[in-house]
């Protein structure tokens, strides 16, 4: 479960500003919402979804060394965060007994498309196309060129059996799917995409690249269950910090597999509470290595920064500082040292300029990096980013801005 500390930010807000804030009216709103709306309950998954995701992923492992993910926005990043974070950044580059996973679809660069179709090489693939919509350009651009490459290499037969489909029941995928023979995995309709990580939308490349999805799930659950004060308390926290003139909110961890789960969170919340020309503007940092960018900056410049830490209380490895005679210098007297213990430092000596530099600090605190952890901080975040956009009076589920550049480029291309 995701615990939550505001010490950081107690020089900025009071206890008594946040328990001013009513959490209650908008987690009924929730609710209601769970039951028509847009946040995934983690109770829905069942065995009858775990096997159906299982036996799909089980057959690409089986015919692929690589799986191309086709989508872009909240169909692609949580997959691509889950992998970075439960694995790591480098999944692609590891030794490993399952396919590489590539992501395309998520930008409309032919120099990018024709890299990814490089990487691919001579290697077997499958391609999974990820759209709730069925219709969004940047992944049919992408499906029109991994259809033709599949359909050359693996005949008629072949795109059938290697291509898969996830969307909406009803969308124009769904319904190419059924038309043309592709297997497909149906995205709860009540969902919306930013949303829908602990779907068959995150599942499936999750379990290709073979993470645990009932430990996932099982996390999301526990957090489900036992984390809505929590969630509160950081919601409420953004928006007393939001009326005081903190209008961005700078999410920052020190482990660089958290990179993507950053990117994720950006769009959760920046489409969630981005509208009605109100909102707190999300950006990453990936510490330490953006200190040397960021660093001056979040320190001495404009005032109107808050910053959220990630924390994790176990590491999966913990190498130490390698002593000898081999490289004497000034810092040679932390030989022997664990890097852990370097990383908290760095957090604690940041944490402390930061707040002394005007950046009220709030903190996520989690056990470890693990398939469950991530369940539960993808959970924590839809609900908490909910809570949040509901306290400040926007509806946490459109996202009605989006379509004004896809209206500009439609017309653009004559479409
Ligand atoms: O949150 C959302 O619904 C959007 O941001 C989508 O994730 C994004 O636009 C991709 O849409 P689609 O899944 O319909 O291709």
């Known amino acids: 479960m995701v615990k939550v500390d505001i010490s950081g930010a107690l020089g900025f807000l009071s206890e008594d500003e946040i328990r001013a804030i009513d959490t209650s009216k908008p987690l009924k709103e929730l609710s209601t919402l769970y039951e028509n709306g847009w946040t995934v309950v983690p109770s829905n998954y069942n065995d009858e979804l ?31 965060a889950a992998i970075e974070y439960i694995i790591s950044p480098n999944y692609n580059m590891l030794p490993k007994e399952t ?15 024709e890299q990814i179709i490089e990487l691919i090489g001579d290697r077997n693939f499958s391609v999974n196309v990820v759209s709730k919509s069925g219709s969004t350009i940047e992944t049919a651009i992408a499906l029109r060129f991994f259809k033709s490459m599949l359909s050359e290499k693996y005949g008629s037969q072949g795109l059938k059996d290697r291509l898969y489909v996830t969307s909406d029941i009803g969308s124009p995928l769904i319904k190419l799917a059924e038309s043309e023979g592709y297997a497909y995995l ?8 930013r949303y829908s990580v602990l779907t068959v939308v995150g599942l499936l490349p999750c379990a290709v690249a073979g993470i645990d999805i009932d430990e996932l799930m099982a996390g999301a659950k526990d957090e489900f269950e036992n984390g809505v004060e929590e969630a509160c308390l950081y919601a409420a926290a953004r928006q007393v910090l939001y009326r005081k ?22 769009q959760l919340f920046g489409e969630s509470e981005g509208k009605e020309s109100i909102g707190i ?33 176990k590491p999966r490895v913990n190498p130490l500082v390698p002593g000898g005679d081999l490289h004497k210098d000034k810092i040679s007297t932390i030989a022997g040292l664990d890097m852990h213990k370097i990383n908290e430092s760095a957090s604690v000596a940041v944490k402390k300029a930061h707040i002394d530099g005007g950046v009220p ?4 605190c989690l056990p470890e990096m693990s398939a469950k952890s991530f ?14 956009a509901l306290i400040s009076g926007v509806n946490p589920f459109g996202q009605p801005g989006v379509e004004a550049y896809k209206k500009n480029l439609f017309s653009i291309l004559g479409l």
């Not at 149906?186 to 995409?193: Q, Y």
């Not at 001056?296 to 994790?312: D, K, M």
């Not at 600090?361 to 996520?364: A, G, H, I, M, P």
Request: charge should be negative; charged fraction near 20%; proline fraction near 4%.
């Open 281 to 313: 503007f999300p950006a990453y940092a990936d510490y330490s290595a953006d200190l040397h960018s960021l660093g001056q900056l979040i320190q001495e410049g404009e005032r109107t920064l808050l910053e959220t830490f990630v924390s994790f209380e």
């Open 361 to 364: 600090v709030l903190e996520l």
């Open 245 to 266: 003139g903190k209008k961005i909110e700078m999410l920052a961890c020190f482990e660089p597999a958290f990179r993507y789960t950053g990117e994720w969170w950006k």
């Open 186 to 193: 149906e995205m709860p309709p009540e969902v919306g995409g």
């Open 50 to 80: 775990a096997t159906q995701v299982k036996n799909i992923a089980e057959k690409i492992q089986n015919e692929s060394e690589v799986l191309v993910v086709l989508g872009i926005g909240g169909s692609y990043l949580g997959a691509r």
């Open 99 to 113: 396919p590489d996973i590539l992501f395309a679809g998520n930008n409309v660069s032919g120099e990018y498309l």
């Open 375 to 388: 369940g539960a901080l993808a959970y924590f975040f839809m609900r908490s980013v909910a809570v949040s």
